[in-house]
């Protein structure tokens, strides 16, 4: 939106021709996206406390859970808005890639907004049936995987591609649907899944989306692509707006979110941010370094499927209690503890997973 009044300026001054470069627009997203967290987090916070719209704890998990009942939650519309209201400012509104990214954050977050009304509002504990959650996701998923795949401009854009082979592509046709309706969807799901602890969830997203950033900005640059071994894809590197406002959102709600936690975030929050990294992922063409950097909400995912199948088979748990970052917890150690060696983790993984770019 402000680029276009750039452009127009730009006849009365050329000074206005700098807002073009993609990194200004990016730190100038990060800004917007930080400052209106930081504005509106007190006021949302409130207006919840006020509407008496706060978290359910389970009885049978950690005892030091507790003395979180009734903390405000669905503290992630706040995070959606700030992204929202960011990247339309400042970002290309004729690049199709905003749109889908934008369009599948907040349509997820539209379902995790029904589960959690359903739970907090309307007092029921199932929130929104599975079935149905997992019904529209695929819908949505799968919309988002037709898009991308009809509005193809080259064959790159199907192409799987592998890192540390730079000579390795698979080009997976209308495959390439399916693949990114699980990367969607199961990103979705990971991210609500590791979303238990104050702040656990929330900083990996963050580290993640920024890395996914540099990715999108390197993928847009014929220059930088080229030299990098990665697909050029014209337009993609718009897509660091995005990023930039999901930094800004996230470390502004980090603000309140941090341990203790005056606000969660909720599935609004969390179905939403995890769909919209799938989806990036998905455009860059980096879905195996998306499995790297996030591999906090991969071992999150896999800690819930192993104790599943573990107790129908055998009857036995394989954890105290699922998702992971629980059974340490009922391991003794401290809520921060777990926080923070889940930070660390993510930014070692996250480095891993930057360090592709050059080992090819």
């Not at 009942?69 to 959606?80: E, F, N, S, V, W």
């Not at 795949?149 to 591609?161: C, D, K, R």
């Not at 996250?350 to 360090?355: E, F, Q, S, T």
Request: one cysteine or more; glycine letters at 10%; proline letters at 4%.
């Amino acid at each position: 939106m402000l680029l276009l009044l750039a452009e127009y300026l730009q006849q009365f001054h050329k000074g206005f021709a700098v807002f073009q470069y993609l990194t200004l627009r990016g730190i100038l997203g990060v800004l917007t996206a930080l400052a209106l967290s930081l504005w509106l987090g007190p006021w949302m916070i409130r207006t919840l406390q006020v509407r008496q719209i706060g978290q359910s704890v389970r009885n049978d998990g950690p005892q030091s859970h507790l003395s979180k009942k009734g903390t405000p939650t669905m503290g992630g519309a706040l995070i959606l808005s700030a992204i929202a209201i960011s990247t339309l400012l400042w970002a290309d509104l004729s690049n199709r890639y905003v749109w889908v990214v934008l369009a599948v954050t907040l349509l997820f977050g539209a379902i995790g907004w029904v589960d959690d009304y359903r739970k907090v509002i309307e007092k029921d504990s199932r929130g929104l049936p599975s079935r149905w959650k997992y019904f529209w996701q695929s819908v949505f998923g799968l919309g988002a995987a037709l898009f991308l795949y009809m509005t193809a401009q080259s064959p790159l854009e199907t192409t799987l591609i592998l890192p540390l082979l730079k000579d390795v592509s698979i080009p997976l046709g209308a495959g390439f649907v399916v693949l990114t309706y699980f990367v969607i969807v199961g990103s979705s799901n990971a991210v609500n899944l590791t979303d238990g602890l104050d702040g656990l969830a929330i900083l990996p997203t963050v580290m993640v989306g920024g890395a996914l950033g540099i990715f999108c900005y390197l993928s847009g640059n014929v220059n930088f692509a080229d030299y990098l071994l990665i697909p050029y894809l014209p337009g993609a590197g718009e897509l660091i707006v995005f990023c930039a406002a999901l930094v800004g959102a996230g470390l502004g709600f980090l603000w309140f979110n941090t341990y203790p936690a005056q606000v969660f975030m909720g599935d609004v929050g969390a179905l939403a941010l995890g769909a919209a990294l799938g989806t990036i992922a998905v455009i860059v063409r980096q879905e195996v370094v998306l499995f790297i950097m996030g591999g906090v909400f991969v071992m999150e995912t896999l800690s819930v499927i192993i104790q599943v199948a573990s107790f129908k088979l055998t009857g036995k748990r394989v954890f105290r209690m699922a998702p992971i970052h629980h059974h340490f917890e009922l391991k003794g150690w401290p809520e921060p503890r777990v926080i923070v060696r889940f930070w660390i983790i993510t930014v070692i993984l996250v480095l891993v997973g930057l360090a592709t770019l050059k080992l090819r």
